[in-house]
């Protein structure tokens, strides 16, 4: 109504499609006036989608890179890939925030095109490592999916081996046919699957034998509990432990993420884990210093 929730057409129309919004969550069929404090948060939200849909176009996406170094921690050999984005109206926002609207915006879509690419043109420069992009369950499920991941791959002429995509266990473990199928075409192409976030949502263990997956990402919950209490370190050793035992059964390694204490470094060495990411060992970087490192890395041999 105007002034009240208002002055201007597109605030009205905006303040109005904020209330629809809660009528909708409600059960749909009724009238919503607009409440201010109420739906700022969704105003928030549909502000940021707005800015996200020009972000591409403008240049505002950009990545960094965070190296996976062996047990050792002396010898890079995968890195993932982090989106990040600095609007110009909204300065710099996490991806933890913008990554979930991107999902259910569908904006996932294009901006998960985008990285892929950026990250078979990197892996030109770093030829003997892998390199990690996540991927959300929008993307997986879409249409022809794995034609546009070997489209990327053709216009950069990056080999499928180079390439490993993240996907989180959530979305794996479950029994969905489609993604079983997609998994398949990835794993077919010759692109590992690595599993994110490993051990945070149902981890189904019986399902894991199925599936063609390379590497199993452990969550940090897991690697943040050797540093908790006896019985914490304990237990969380024994699954780990299994799950690298698992590993050597099932052929595939494990990755361990979010390190950021020597001495949980070297336990989850003494458990076998296979490789390891996290603070400890680097920081997220902008991909020029980390093509830096790289060859800094090889020239000391
Ligand atoms: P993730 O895939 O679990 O990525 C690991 C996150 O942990 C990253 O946060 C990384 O910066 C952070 N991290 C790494 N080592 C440490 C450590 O030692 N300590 C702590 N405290 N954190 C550490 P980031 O970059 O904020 O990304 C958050 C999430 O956003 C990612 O979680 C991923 O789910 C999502 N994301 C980021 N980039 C992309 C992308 O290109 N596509 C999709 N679909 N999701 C992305
Ligand atoms: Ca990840
Ligand atoms: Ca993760």
Redesign the pocket.
Known sequence: MYPRDGISCEDLIKHADSAMYDIKKSGKNNIAVYNKSVHSIFEQQQDIVHELALAIERNELY??V?PIYDNTGSRIIKA????RWNSEKLGSI???QF?PLAESSGL?IQ??WW?LNQGCLLSASVPDIKIC????VAQLIYPGFMDGVNEILRESSAAPSSLAL?I?ETFILQNNPIIADVMDEISGAGLDIII??FGVGYSNYDRLKNLPIACIKID?VFVDSLLGSAIDQEYTKEIIGSLVRLGKTGHFTITA????AVSQLEALRELGCHSI????LA??MLPANFIKIVQQSYSAG
């Open positions: 990545y960094e965070q993932e890939m982090l989106m996490p991806p933890a990554i996932i901006m998960g990285i992009v996540n991927i959300s993240e989180t994110d976030d940090k993420e979010g390190i950021e990411q996290g603070y400890l920081r997220p």
